[in-house]
């Protein structure tokens, strides 16, 4: 069944691990094919968990009382967007944070508002600290990525989110949620709560979260680097391919326009082996890290693509700008702007210490202890490698569930990882084994 | 005067919500059982698609060889009037946020039999546009079905209401003059962000600009000029933006406007591939942006 793609993914071992111990569970680490298929083309709809007919929804735009100026070219991004879906009667309020580069109201926040509205619960639904309308709304540093900075300033919007909702709203209980790097930031904002008792956060959820941030980008960069190539050019002949099998396939067809289902049926035509869709991974995910990559350097005043002295105003091209970052691997955005800000912003770190804290050790303890964290996963997760996930269930212990395929975020929403999801937040999770 | 208060409502309605501090907007609920559903029939008649584009391809005679990876257009747009372009991007997203939306959720939440009624009414309406352009185009066999169509829906579909022709696999089709330039060899042109309207092309611009002459020419059932007009010229524009699930700056990215130009210019070329099925193409030059 598992068929190692080649060294598509080289299952390279962390410098930080910490006391990993040995992996018992059937990772790979590498890419397989159903597991890049799954991660490409999500929870087939037939699998999906049963909804409700009609789930309400608000969205919520939030001025937060901390944000810093807003750049002119990020003139849109000045409020924090939200979503919110009451139940009209007391119920447990449920927080889901998106995953990279998401929004407030991206299909994944979507389908879990769904089943979580359905088991009866108040929904709101964040975007992730790395989404742009995040940084430039609620930043306190405008450089994402810091899994402890992020989880501060979830924590205040959360805050300030849940202080205004509409009054007729009773929350019985709070519980937060995240998937992909979500699944980490919900983590972090749960052990935050503990100290700081503001929220009065009781389980927290982390659904296919990453161990450590760097290692789990450097992965993607790598299947970027592996099935593109490296820098622009790379995309450019990506590009040309797909547009002469798109014409083709088009020609072929007897339609009048290209929509949606055109492009749908396409994708699975298009896209057959394990190099496309690893390419295709690669692509989303980098697009992702572009907008991140941009408002840190104008943030952080670094200059690798934004001039400090002269950012880009309104109305400015940017194509320029664009392909130059499209060409940008993830490390480079540690090492030129990541690393240089946090570095100077705390004088006592180190590249080792900032890597290190960004690791899902930073509240291993609390994993371990506190009976109230839980995590699903995939044993195949593109942004896991062996020793990370044995390390999730050696510290997890019954607390956690791996899931023998689903690639990373491929079934999010089927009915297992749904009914297990809501045992876990109701408090009635026995163990994978039950 | 009447103009000044609207020009004034309009301004408070553009500026006045960025001064609060928390601001709610009710959306339309959700169906996530119904969505599924049709993703589910979505899926199914996709994998049917699938087998029919397969047995489809090598239909051979007369076709151009198939495009190779070297006959892609360049990745960059023409779009010479950028700064001009950027700008009613802009005030589009402002537009939008500020009237299109507000009206068009609300429109939404309105039953879904009254929604399509209304869609099916201005799609019926714009078929005598679909005939006149496929007739233009040389592609009788499509000219024949927007008029089965029209005659159809206009009796059977009361006045347009209902898609019965869709039910007789006469499915809608829809064209216009930017595709009969596109037939006759006119290449997209420049770049355009029209205001209020959105993306598009010189070449599609002008098609617009025809296409709506041709209905108000052709004024059937004197829908197009008179008082009514104005009433139905909103409900077709509060329909239309009703149907596109599209949020501006949902992306949060400062490459919208680029990602946007991108995609729309990409497919308008495409598009154009699928009519020029007969012609062997001049290779594009790498320097020469695509569009022009």
Not at chain 1, 96 to 105: Q, R
């Amino acid at each position: 069944m598992f068929m190692p793609a080649s060294a598509t993914l080289a299952d390279d071992q962390p410098a930080t691990v910490i006391a990993a111990p040995v992996a018992k569970g059937p990772a790979t680490g590498l890419a397989d094919s159903s597991a890049l298929r799954a991660t490409l083309f999500g929870t087939p709809p037939q699998d999906i968990a049963p909804m409700p007919a009609t789930v309400p929804l608000v969205e919520i735009n939030v001025r937060m009382p901390w944000a810093r100026p807003v750049p002119a070219i990020f003139w849109f991004d000045g409020k924090l967007r939200v979503y919110f879906s009451a139940q009209d009667k007391p119920a447990p309020l449920a927080i889901v944070i998106a995953g990279t580069g998401g929004d407030g109201n991206t299909t994944f926040l979507s389908t879990l508002r769904g089943a979580l509205y359905g088991a009866g619960y108040h929904v709101l639904t964040l975007p992730s600290p790395t989404y742009p309308g995040f940084i430039v709304s609620t930043s306190s540093t405008g450089v994402a990525g810091d899994l402890m900075q992020d989880g501060q300033d979830l924590y205040a919007a959360m805050q300030r989110i849940v202080a205004h909702l509409p009054g007729k709203v009773q929350i019985t209980d709070i519980d937060v949620l995240g998937y992909s790097l979500g699944g980490a930031n919900a983590g972090i904002v749960k052990s935050l709560d503990a100290n700081e008792h503001k929220l009065h956060i009781h389980r927290a959820v982390m659904i296919e979260p990453p161990v450590s941030l760097f290692d789990s980008v450097a992965r993607m960069d790598k299947l970027f680097a592996l099935s593109i190539g490296s820098g622009d050019a790379g995309v450019e002949r990506l590009y040309q391919k797909l547009y002469a099998q798109l014409a083709n396939l088009y020609r072929a067809s007897d339609r009048v326009e290209i929509d949606t289902n055109f492009l749908l049926t396409a994708a699975a035509a298009v896209l057959n082996t394990d190099a496309e869709f690893s390419a295709a991974i690669a692509l989303i995910f980098r697009i992702d890290l572009m907008n991140m990559f941009f408002a840190g350097d104008l943030y952080a005043k670094t200059g690798v693509v934004v001039d400090p002295r002269h950012p880009p105003k309104v109305g400015e091209p940017l194509e320029r700008i664009e392909r130059i970052l499209r060409g940008k691997p993830f490390a480079e955005y540690f090492t030129k702007v990541f690393a240089p800000y946090y570095l100077k912003h705390r004088p006592q770190s180190t590249t080792e210490s900032l890597v290190a804290a960004n690791r899902l050790d930073i509240i291993g303890d609390a994993l371990r202890n506190d009976p109230d964290y839980y995590v699903q996963t995939n044993s195949d997760d593109l942004i896991l490698n062996k020793s990370e996930l044995a390390w999730l269930e050696s510290t997890l212990g019954s607390k956690i569930v791996v899931y023998d395929h689903g690639g990373h975020l491929g079934n999010l929403g089927d009915r297992q990882q749904i009914a297990d999801m809501l045992d876990m937040l109701a408090g009635r999770w026995r163990g994978a084994a039950q | 005067m009447r103009i000044l208060h609207v020009v004034l409502a309009f301004a408070l309605g553009l500026g006045g919500c960025a001064s609060q501090d928390f601001v709610i907007h009710r959306l339309p609920p959700e169906t996530p059982a119904a969505d599924n559903a049709a993703a589910i029939a979505r899926a199914e008649a996709l994998a049917k698609d699938q087998q029919e584009v397969k047995s489809e391809q090598p239909s051979g005679e007369e076709q151009a060889p198939p495009l190779t990876p070297a006959d892609a257009p360049s990745m960059r747009t023409y779009d010479p009037w950028e700064r001009f372009n950027r700008f009613n991007y802009r005030f589009n997203a402002r537009f939008d946020e500020a009237v299109f939306l507000p009206v068009s959720n609300a429109y939404r939440r309105l039953p879904s039999p009254i929604r399509s009624g209304v869609y099916n009414f201005f799609g019926n309406l714009s078929e005598i546009n679909n005939l006149i352009n496929y007739t233009v185009q040389g592609r009788l066999g499509r000219g024949v079905r927007s008029l089965g169509r029209f005659v159809i829906n206009s009796t059977i579909g009361i006045g347009g209401l209902f898609d019965f022709a869709a039910k007789f696999h006469l499915a809608k089709a829809p064209t216009g003059f930017g595709t009969t330039l596109s037939k006759w060899g006119m290449h997209p042109g420049p770049y355009l962000v029209i205001p209020i309207l959105g993306p598009s092309t010189l070449r599609e611009g002008i098609g617009l600009l025809s296409d709506y002459g041709v209905l108000y020419g052709v004024n059937i059932a004197d829908l197009y000029r008179g008082d009514q007009s104005w009433g139905l010229g909103v409900a077709d524009a509060v329909d239309t933006r009703a149907n596109i699930h599209f949020r501006y700056y949902s992306s949060g990215s400062p490459f919208e406007y680029d990602d946007i130009r991108f995609l729309y210019v990409r497919r308008l070329l495409l598009e154009d591939e699928g009519l020029h099925k007969k012609i062997v193409r001049k290779r594009p030059s790498r320097d020469v942006p695509a569009g022009r």
